[in-house]
């Protein structure tokens, strides 16, 4: 006497039964015939097999299989048309150990979310891709899909799908296939026992590649819709083998499991005692400066020049410094389409008060670089202000009379020092003398910590010192 | 799971079971069996379906028709094991 | 605590990352790169995870991903970036997904510029996605905030199980002003709705659909009782000499610095100004400017544009006094003294 075992019924990572359906729950919402339910049982089953329903993240698109989360009882994240693989990248990467399985139509995976999976599968993002072809648009009643056969009679294409209106059927297999990324890429077909059994083995291989850590996967299944195709469920299963598979060629596209290296994994986390050293949080000083009573001071620098001045670097020094001398500073730069076409500028405030609008409009300080910003913002400057000027002398139509104006050939400084670079190091000295708006050594600090290189630092502190020189020698004095 | 054949058929290899509230009468099933079991019942179930059912015919357990079957609760093979 | 002269955009960042940010999901545009190049620098080096993706689309999905996986994520982007990723917003707001998300604005309509603008607030404020949404909007005016307001939006976000939005002009982003950073390092979480792969979350489902009217209409009025909610606890704002003020001016972010000059020039020739400074946009601080309605003589609202929040304070006002309004636009700022001749122009 034999005994009969059962050796084949309903997944277990299925739910027996849909609670999250509406009604009916004991059935799932597809038509008779469609592949949806084919390929959810295929994938139920090999979740199954390989035990890793625990670790499973479902992804759904939109299109018929929507509610591919009523059915299977595993983590689940419906998400937006086309963009599962966006989603499954970052659910992967977030979680490492978890399995990863996007499930697509060809709307979702090959229209809209064509960018979406092209850079998935080129990052190799270690998911897996359910692709189900049934070159059509399901959910929404018949429209063309990429993958809609030339000729065919659509909604959209009521005269036939031609070249010369909607382009070629799109075969996403061979495509992925061609980048450097994606590691197994298969497509299948559900349209007899055979083929369906064949799928099955893809599934598997393409789960175990991403169970491996290996990177991206795909299965690509050719799926009956008798609904939309107007067929009955046989003639649609034909459909899928005569008509389909002749266009999109069943069989493996790609296989690199044996040549790919898995992913090395992430390295434990930090501790949190370790973040404000990892994020360059400051430090306490050692040598902080004494809080001193300051008088009232009050400094609206602009500074401006063309790129590569160094404008902006000027600008950041001064509030660096002023910042470490008890100040309330800001630094503004100009980073608008006038940065493309070369010039440069930044507002620095300095504060014995709080500082409230960062926007210097009407500077007591202007240092102009070169002329054109010389003539763009000298009538802005405050009455008693201080203009420093890069140049011999200042053109003879600039001169104000209310204002203290000093030319210095910086550049050519500069390029005594060694380096025309550090033009803009010489003007903060000579910014500094003429204003004795920050002590020196507070100055040198900051310099230090901002100039990166001893070599460089060296040649700024020269810098400093000539800018300083030149300036005692002019006899300009300014307190604003 | 095990379930005792029918103790009359003794050389039975193997068997079908048709949920009907959840087949929906597509017929791939019918279609799929290589020895003819299943055919589509002339009644219809409470929600208008044509289920699949047994025949007469001798099934050998192969499974083919689970595979093609879309609902994935409506067929449960048994194959019979020594 | 020593402080540190930084860019609004990297205070922004080091201050998500205190808050237990662990995933960044970008696409380059100014003026928001430092915050992305931040996030790239910084995330690997705390067991976070960076990634540029292949567009904001992509970008705000991978947001999506993230959150459903129970990481604290953001992303940071500018208009016409944050016009792509309205589909995104729209579905985290629908799923309930935590996240930031960093607008640091520039010059529109199309392309515009890169200049700073405070024209987006209407997509940000009143939606740009689909559906009856509402995200929590932040409006840092200084490098502190950007850090302390990102800081306190992860917070929030995770509370309410909704995005929040960080809405800083360009020139709140690129400016730099010294920082001091006393927020606490927070360490990640996983709260209990995540999807993270494993035995005892198996159950959960993230999802936006809710099939039956009857369902989404719950729903969706469960989202407008959280909303309300938030207007209730969570509107914040800055009286800047309000008290005794009979003109107030409205201003949020780089106007409101403006605005702080202009009410100091007015103070100076004895003229009682104030300034309100909405610090939420949503919720937006209408009784305040109610309750100040009823001392005020006139408000005046200045914006980096052609006129948009200054629509919401008309509302909060109800007539009870005339509300002016000055913008400027296409990049440019408005001087103090600009501002302080046009108070005058029509008087
Ligand atoms: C942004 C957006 N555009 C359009 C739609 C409408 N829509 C829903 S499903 C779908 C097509 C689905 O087709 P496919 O991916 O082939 O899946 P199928 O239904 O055939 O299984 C479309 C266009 C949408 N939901 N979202
Ligand atoms: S319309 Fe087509 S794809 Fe959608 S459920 Fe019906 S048969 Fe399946
Ligand atoms: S198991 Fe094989 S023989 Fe038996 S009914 Fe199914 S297809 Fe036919
Ligand atoms: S294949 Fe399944 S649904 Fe279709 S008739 Fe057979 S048992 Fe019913």
């Known amino acids: 006497m034999s005994e009969l075992k059962v050796i084949h019924e309903k997944a277990e990572c299925l739910y027996g039964n849909y609670d999250r359906k509406g009604e009916l729950q004991h059935q799932t919402h597809y038509c008779p015939g469609c592949g949806h339910g084919v390929a959810h049982k295929l994938l139920a089953e090999v979740i199954d097999e390989l035990g890793i329903r625990d670790r499973v993240i479902l992804v759904s698109p939109v299109g018929c299989s929507v509610f591919a989360y009523y059915y299977f009882d595993v983590g689940n994240v419906q998400v937006a048309h086309g963009r599962a693989p966006a989603v499954a990248t970052a659910l992967k990467r977030s979680h490492p150990e978890s399995i990863v399985i996007t499930y697509q139509g060809d709307g979702d995976l090959a229209a809209i979310g064509s960018a979406e999976i092209m850079h998935a599968a080129n990052r190799s993002e270690c998911y897996t891709a359910l692709f189900v072809n049934n070159a059509i648009y399901g959910m929404t009643g018949g429209q063309c899909a990429p993958t809609s056969l030339l000729g065919d009679k659509t909604t959209t294409t009521p005269f036939g799908r031609t070249t010369a209106n909607d382009g070629y059927p799109l075969k996403v297999s061979e495509l992925l296939s061609a980048l450097d990324g994606p590691v197994f890429i298969e497509r299948g077909g559900l349209g007899n026992a055979k083929q369906i059994l064949q799928t099955k083995r893809a599934i598997k291989r393409a789960l175990e590649t991403q169970m491996k850590g290996l990177g991206f996967s795909l299965v690509e299944m050719l799926s009956p819709c008798p609904t939309i195709w107007k067929m009955d469920p046989v003639d649609a299963q034909r459909h899928v083998r005569e008509v389909l598979a002749p266009i999109y060629p069943i069989g493996n596209k790609l296989d690199r499991t044996k040549d790919r290296a898995p992913r090395a994994a992430a390295p434990p986390p930090p501790p949190l005692s370790e973040l404000p050293r990892i994020l360059k949080l400051p430090v306490a000083p050692t040598d902080a400066p004494v809080e001193l009573v300051k008088p009232d001071s009050e400094y609206r620098i602009k500074i401006a020049g063309f790129g590569g001045q160094g404008v902006l670097l000027l600008g950041q020094l001064i509030a660096e410094a002023g910042m470490d001398d008890g100040l309330d500073v800001s630094w503004l730069p100009s980073y608008g389409p006038e940065m493309r076409s070369g010039t440069s500028n930044c507002h620095v405030r300095l504060s014995t008060k709080h500082v409230d609008s960062p926007l210097v409009s009407r500077p007591n300080v202007l240092i102009a670089l070169n002329e054109p910003s010389l003539r763009k913002f000298i009538a802005t400057v405050d009455t008693g202000g201080l203009v420093l000027y890069n140049g011999d002398s200042i053109p003879t139509d600039c001169i104000r009379t209310d204002i203290t104006m000093q030319a210095l050939p910086f550049a050519s400084i500069a390029d005594e020092l060694g380096s025309p670079k550090v033009a803009n190091i010489v003007v903060l000295g000579a910014f500094l003398a003429a204003t004795n708006a920050l002590p020196l050594a507070v100055v040198d600090r900051a310099m230090a910590r901002v100039v990166k290189g001893e070599k460089w630092l060296e040649i700024d502190r020269r810098a400093m010192a000539r800018g300083i020189a030149e300036m005692q020698s002019t006899e300009v004095k300014v307190h604003v | ?82 | 605590m020593p402080k540190q002269l930084i860019k609004g955009n990297e205070a922004l960042m080091k201050g998500a990352i205190l808050a237990g940010c662990r995933g960044f999901y970008g696409y380059p545009i100014t003026p928001a790169n430092e915050i992305t190049e931040a996030a790239a620098y910084y995330l690997p080096q705390v067991g976070g995870t960076f990634l540029q993706a292949e567009s904001e689309v992509a970008a705000i999905n991978m947001v999506y991903g993230a959150s459903s996986a129970g990481v604290r994520c953001m992303t940071a982007s500018s208009g016409p970036g944050i016009s792509l990723m309205a589909e995104g917003i729209s579905y985290l707001a629908g799923s309930e997904l935590p996240c930031v998300i960093a607008d640091i604005t520039r010059g529109g309509p199309g392309l515009g510029n890169i200049a700073p603008e405070q024209s987006d607030y209407f997509q940000v404020v009143k939606g740009g996605g689909h559906g009856c949404y509402r995200t929590l909007v932040l409006a840092p005016a200084c490098a502190q905030e950007m850090a302390d307001l990102t800081y306190l939006a992860f917070d929030l976000a995770d509370q309410y199980r909704t995005p929040a939005v960080i809405l800083a002009d360009g020139f709140i982003g690129q400016m730099m002003e010294p920082v001091e950073f006393t927020l606490a390092a927070r360490a990640p979480r996983l709260p209990e709705w995540a999807v993270d792969g494993t035995a005892s979350t198996r159950r959960n489902l993230i999802s936006s659909i809710y099939l039956q009217p009857d369902d989404l209409e719950k729903h969706i009025r469960m989202l407008e009782a959280k909303y309300a909610r938030m207007a209730h606890n969570e509107t914040r704002w800055e009286n800047y000499k309000t008290d005794d003020a009979e003109i107030v001016f409205v201003g949020y972010g780089i106007s409101s610095r403006i605005l702080k000059s202009v009410v100091e020039m007015m103070r100076a020739r004895d003229i009682r100004a104030g300034l309100l400074r909405p610090i939420t946009l949503f919720p937006f601080p209408s009784d305040e400017l109610r309750r100040l309605a009823g001392q005020a003589e006139r408000f005046f609202v200045v914006e980096l544009s052609t006129g948009q929040m200054v629509e919401d304070v008309r509302l909060a006002v109800e007539g009870r006094c005339p509300v002016e309004f000055y913008g400027r636009c296409g990049g440019n700022a408005p001087s103090a003294e600009e501002i302080f001749e046009e108070v005058f122009a029509h008087v």
């Open chain 2, 1 to 82: 799971m095990f379930a005792t054949a029918i103790e009359e058929e003794i050389d039975i290899k193997g068997y079908v079971e048709i949920n009907t509230d959840e087949c929906k009468g597509c017929g791939l099933c019918v279609e799929a069996c290589t020895t003819k079991v299943l055919s589509l019942s002339p009644c219809l179930n409470r929600y208008g379906y044509h289920t699949a059912t047994n025949s007469d015919k001798p099934c050998n357990g192969c499974g083919l028709c689970f595979y093609v079957c879309p609902e994935p609760g409506a067929i449960k093979v048994f194959k019979a094991v020594n």
